[in-house]
């Protein structure tokens, strides 16, 4: 057998042995301990042989989005989401179809991915966990050419979502006013849905095109949603009696909302929606109004996500 070059052999090794570069993107409004916080526990919980770190915070709406683009374009190898869905789409939309890799650090409300990937709720074993992360590659998914990661809404809780757009207050419990509010004044519409090869014309009170299967605070919506399956998961509540939706809040609590019989669900990688006036539609719980046809389109494998070893 013959010995590799000893020169070439070593650089091989330092390079496989040098620390990764890492950047933490970071929302200073979010929390006026939030930015202390990480850079106390980056300091001292990350493996600092292992990586090389920045710590970028945000000065505007929209701005996590060209700080990753900005990373990805200086060679980090890895761009950390600090904060909710929200943030986790606007970073990972910058990363998607790269080989960048997307970190989470669980912060703020609705952590609906961060819990199904096993983060938890807690910034310091958030930062741990990086250090014996492994990587996934996962699906995306495209509404009108926008991504979305966790979960995207059409009905209720997009509505739900617009009205949260309002207040500034965040949590479970202005989730969950709004969410009364929003329960008790919005009324079901007449939707054609097509997935795929399939056209169901039904009056719809909400409908999730999921990715991955739950939102903030363990509420499962879609139990069955696989995150690299290429497929979708298509949950549909229908018009019901408004107690039936409130009766059925414990069985999303326990991944049995498809026995409820109001709900319909459905693996697809094409959807398309279309109901009269506006549509009420939430990306990863960030609220949008859109005139017109929804069109939804799967990006399989399109993120590489660092995800807590098992
Ligand atoms: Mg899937």
Known sequence: MQESHPVIKNELLAYMLRPQRIVFIVNPKAGTNLQKHIRDSVDKHLNHKKFEYGIWLTEQEGHAAELAEKA???GYEIVVAVG???SINEVGSALVGSETILGIIPAGSG??????????RDIDAAIKIFNTAEVRTIDCGTMNGRLFINIAG????????NLMKGSHWRGFLPYFLKSVEAGLSYTSRNCRIELDDKVLDLN???ISIANGPMYGYNFQIAPD???DDGLFEVVILKDAPRWQYFAAIP???NSK???AEFVEHYAARRVKISAEGENHVHLDGEGIIVDGDLNFEMRPAALKILVPKL
């Open 72 to 74: 990805q374009k200086e």
């Open 84 to 86: 909710g869905d929200g």
């Open 111 to 120: 952590n609906g991915l961060a819990m199904h990937l096993g983060y938890g």
């Open 154 to 161: 059409v009905g209720f809780d997009g509505l739900v979502s």
């Open 204 to 206: 719809c009170f909400a």
């Open 225 to 227: 949603a696989r995150l």
């Open 251 to 253: 069985s999303m609590l």
């Open 257 to 259: 909302i498809y026995d």
